[in-house]
């Protein structure tokens, strides 16, 4: 071996030299001499090695290295990324409902937390190990010493690099011979090109052009027309072969692809069958009075598929309800008188919401019968169209016109009014019951009706507004003839704006 | 990966034997745990149920048996994948493992109870009639669970074991004596088929002895769940244990802070893997959410259980994780120790859990906790009695084995 050995390079007087390295024949001599330098006090030293050496880093004095806390950083990161990615995508921005869990489902969203977090450990330990190796390096000016392939093989050398503070060529040039280091040289740059090679340069410019392509493809698609038939990447995905709603099949006889419900189907949750509570009248007394018509209407609920009769019936026991509640005798049903819901702020402003919602077109937002459908058909004086009752009327007051019997109206609809029990659900539509009664209670309520506590509060608000209207009342009154001339001013104006339009 | 020499002490070093001070409370553990276990389940039975009392007696029994086939699997795992790092520490694994043979006198018990239905309601004449469960599927179900099939199948899974840990145990003694490379070449190319012996055995007992608990819930995923608790508890109690010998004397050169930073490391990764198991059975089926999969969760998420889960979820998982990450702790002998000791009374919480809320009486007051505390601490002094009075007679270390230079010189990188 010895008669291959190169001979140790020199360094030309426009060489930068970046070190000074020397070989050892074993571990223990430089194990030995990495405690020299590093008690010597050389910070930017390094020792290659053809296999990993336990207590090298010690012997170096190298720190362990920060990578762990950058994979924690990394995939704490992760965590909250798919968190926040998760919450803001399916809990606020596009709530969608998958399998009955909720907007923001913590269990769900562990998979991809999960998936997420491991991920950008991964990149975080991968791409920071290479941040902190200085990677990618192409080159290394240790290699530019031929001596130095036998790092991989059976060799042993300790670098010590000019970049420390204490480096001198010369005395680290003495420290290492002194620490047994054999081949003492210096390290010096690469003098090979470093200009890229034109092949090189060219095939990347070809991929990046190239790469141009299919995006330039993409966007072109976009903005022109087309005679031929879009291209289906996945056509079984953009023809399922299951129906749509509302579209025919040959299946079924009557042809429709949306099925009906099974008769005796039954909703999740529905299956509380509280007859009273379903329609409004005590039943056990109706039984009592009226035991046919008590049993047809337990039937009626019992029964999911109601027959032609069945509706007949009820049609009959609706127009029997719809009587003018003034006429007591057309009207034996015992109605409820209170209402099954507990009440509570929530139930009223559930209430509230549904009447609002369904109510308040015809009745009014006040329930004064003054909604905007009733005013639409006075503006084009509809024949056809009977007005809403007015809530504040005092038929339809709790004493005279049950609980029950408002919530069986609206149910089964009165006159004009249509039956909402398919839109609104039995526990809201006592809801919208409880809402109008307080509705009915606020027009008509007295000082009486207030809590004691409060009482002086209202009172003190009330004289405050009388003496606003009154002071209101006294300014008109003064600037009556100033404000005759300017508000005849502003109704020239506007007159002249309507003709301008 | 060494080039550290390392001397070997002589086999009849003082070092390798358990110290005196440990000898000596042999006995004692042993009459008391005997004692406390006794009192505790009678305790238990008396002042909450009998079914709250066989309930406890069976926390305490899969205590201390996951604990012993832990270890055992370690012991496999060890000789399977040839690994050298371990030799140090096979020997306190190998004690506890060999505590199956004791544990199977111990199941006397609750094969007792399977027959009179002390324990296991499926072995409780008219269950199907009062659950309301279909004829149909009873039929089915009964016949994988009645008591006779249930005591062929636990004395299969119990023998397995027994068989697999004397072999083990025997072999390793053995080579103590005469140094034989054979018998370690022996042993590991058994290990193939025993691991899988136990694996079976493993998944199996889980779903008979504990999962059956819940006659009419099921989960595939349920047996590797009770071997991720064994498993972590099991390389918990190697580390503490050895932490042990080494503070009352033995053992002091022997094992290193590279056997306690490798030992943490599985530590750390066997919380992942139970944190993970144990979702991944939830969030199946909680997303599912097929009635007759989920009551056995939804008992655990209604009433005192649902602090119990968000508990083991926060201690037994988030907290030991970020606990146990950090190089720093893993190379300290007492600190990764004290977490060992943490886990291992976690795995105690788990472990109620899991079998408690099937007993039907809640979280059992403070008599039912106690009572069964004092039943499980009763089981492991016995254990730790009969393990002192195993190691007295022999080596706390398996001094000639041919892996032995390779495990005292390793070293993390």
Redesign the interface.
């Given at each position: 071996m010895t008669e291959s050995q190169p001979t140790p390079q020199t360094v030309k007087d426009d060489q930068k030299v970046h070190g000074v390295v020397a070989e050892f024949t074993d571990?223990?001599s430089l194990l030995a001499a990495c405690r020299r330098v590093r008690d010597a006090g050389y910070t930017k030293a390094d020792a290659f090695t053809p296999?990993?050496?336990?207590?090298i880093d010690t012997a170096l004095g190298i720190k362990?290295t920060v990578l762990?806390w950058i994979a924690?950083a990394a995939g704490l990161t992760g965590t909250t990324i798919a968190l926040v990615m998760q919450t803001w995508m399916n809990g606020i921005d596009y709530q969608y409902i998958i399998?009955?869990?909720p907007f923001i489902s913590l269990?769900?969203f562990?998979?991809v937390t999960f998936e997420l977090t491991i991920l950008l450990a991964s990149f975080g330990t991968f791409f920071g190990m290479w941040a902190l190796n200085g990677l990618p390096k192409f080159s290394n000016p240790m290699f530019t010493s031929p001596r130095f392939d036998r790092a991989t093989d059976d060799t042993f050398f300790l670098f010590l690099d000019a970049k420390d503070a204490r480096f001198d060529e010369a005395g680290a040039k003495a420290l290492l011979s002194e620490l047994g280091g054999e081949f003492v040289e210096p390290v010096v740059e690469d003098e090979t090109s470093k200009v890229i090679p034109k092949g090189l340069l060219i095939g990347l410019a070809t991929i990046i052009f190239l790469s141009f392509i299919p995006a330039l493809a993409v966007l072109r698609m976009r903005v022109t027309k087309s005679g031929s038939p879009r291209f289906h990447i996945f056509p079984d995905m953009d023809f399922s072969p299951s129906k749509d709603a509302q579209q025919t099949t040959t299946l079924f006889a009557d042809g429709r692809a949306m099925r009906p419900d099974v008769p005796g189907t039954v909703r999740r949750g529905d299956l509380d069958w509280d007859v009273n509570f379903k329609t409004g009248i005590d039943m056990e007394q109706l039984a009592t009075i009226d035991a046919p018509r008590a049993a047809q209407l337990v039937a009626l609920q019992d029964d999911v598929a109601v027959d032609e009769d069945d509706e007949v019936a009820e049609a009959d026991a609706a127009s029997e309800e719809s009587a003018p509640a003034a006429d007591e005798t057309g009207d034996n049903t015992p109605w409820l008188t209170q209402n099954p819901l507990e009440l509570s702020d929530e139930v009223l402003a559930r209430g509230q919401q549904q009447f609002n919602i369904y109510c308040s077109v015809c009745h009014g937002m006040n329930g004064r019968g003054n909604g905007l459908v009733n005013r639409r058909a006075q503006k084009i004086l509809a024949t056809t169209w009977t007005p809403p009752s007015n809530m504040h009327d005092p038929t339809l007051y709790a004493d005279v016109y049950p609980d029950g019997k408002l919530f069986s109206t609206i149910t089964n609809g009165i006159r004009k009014m249509p039956g909402y029990a398919s839109q609104i659900k039995a526990k809201d539509r006592w809801a919208v019951v409880a809402y109008v009664r307080a509705l009915q209670a606020s027009q008509n309520a007295s000082l009486e009706d207030v809590p004691e506590g409060k009482r002086s509060e209202i009172e003190k608000e009330q004289a405050d507004v009388q003496a606003q209207l009154k002071a209101a009342e006294e300014a008109t009154a003064d600037s009556a003839e100033e404000s005759s001339e300017a508000s005849s001013d502003e109704n020239s104006e506007a007159s002249s704006d309507e003709n301008n339009e | 990966m060494s080039h550290k020499a390392v001397a070997i002490k002589p086999a009849d070093d003082p070092a390798f034997q358990l110290p005196a001070s440990l000898a000596g409370l042999s006995l004692p553990m042993i009459i008391v745990g005997i004692v406390a276990l006794v009192g505790g389940a009678f305790f238990a039975s008396s002042s909450v149920g009998g079914r709250f009392g066989m309930s406890s007696y069976l926390v305490a029994y899969m205590y201390c048996l996951t604990l012993a086939i832990g270890s055992l699997f370690f012991v496999l795992i060890q000789y399977l994948s040839r690994a050298g790092w371990s030799v140090v520490v096979r020997r306190i694994a190998e004690l506890m493992m060999i505590m199956v043979i004791p544990l199977a006198l111990l199941f006397i018990p609750i094969a007792v109870a399977a027959y009179s239905g002390s324990l296991y309601t499926w072995s409780v004449e008219g269950y199907q009639a009062d659950h309301g469960i279909p004829l149909a599927i009873w039929e089915q179900k009964e016949k994988w669970l009645n008591p006779n099939w249930f005591l062929v199948r636990s004395l299969v899974y119990l023998g397995v074991w027994c068989g697999i840990a004397a072999w083990y145990y025997r072999g390793s003694q053995q080579q103590d004596e005469t140094g034989e490379i054979t018998i370690t070449e022996k042993l590991q190319a058994r290990s193939g088929p025993a691991v899988i012996a136990f694996a079976l055995c493993t998944s199996f007992a889980a779903f008979d002895w504990v999962m059956s608990l819940a006659p009419m819930w099921f989960s595939t995923m349920f047996g590797v769940y009770i071997f991720t608790g064994s498993i972590l508890s099991a390389h918990c109690a190697i580390c503490l244990f050895s932490f042990l010998l080494q503070r009352a004397g033995a053992l002091r050169d022997e094992v290193t802070v590279e056997h306690y930073h490798d030992l943490g490391k599985y530590i750390f990764g066997f919380i992942c893997f139970w944190g993970y198991i144990s979702f991944s059975q939830y969030m199946l089926i909680w997303y599912a959410n097929i009635p007759e999969e989920t009551h056995w969760f939804f008992t655990r998420s209604s009433d005192g259980w649902f602090n119990v889960s968000v508990f083991l979820m926060i201690f037994h998982w988030g907290l030991p994780l970020f606990g146990t990450m950090s190089r720093h702790v893993r190379r300290r002998p007492w600190l990764i120790s004290s977490w060992a000791a943490y886990i291992l009374v976690l795995h105690l919480v788990d472990l109620y859990w899991i079998i408690i809320p099937e007993a039907g009486v809640g979280l059992g007051g403070a008599t039912g906790i106690i009572s069964t505390l004092i039943c499980v601490l009763g089981m492991v002094a016995l254990m730790l009695g009969l393990m002192l009075k195993l190691a007295a007679g022999s080596r706390v270390l398996a001094v000639r084995d041919p892996r032995l230079g390779e495990s005292l010189a390793f070293e993390n990188f």
């Open positions: 571990v223990d296999f990993p050496v336990h207590g362990p762990p924690l399998s009955g869990k269990p769900a562990i998979p | -």
